[in-house]
């Protein structure tokens, strides 16, 4: 499982989906970037 992270600088914002990411950043940020980021810890 992964988890797209974008990093506001004082603070984190984490979605679960890369969609999720674009449509937030569409409207709030348009030249920001999210990263994928594994989720470590037990499989689903």
């Given at each position: ?26 409207e ?15 499989p689903?």
């Amino acid at each position: 499982m992964t988890v797209w992270i974008y990093d506001q600088g004082d603070e984190l914002k984490v979605f679960a989906t890369e969609e999720a990411a674009q449509a937030w950043i569409d409207e709030n940020d348009p030249e920001g970037v999210a990263f994928e980021y594994k989720v470590i810890g037990p499989p689903a």
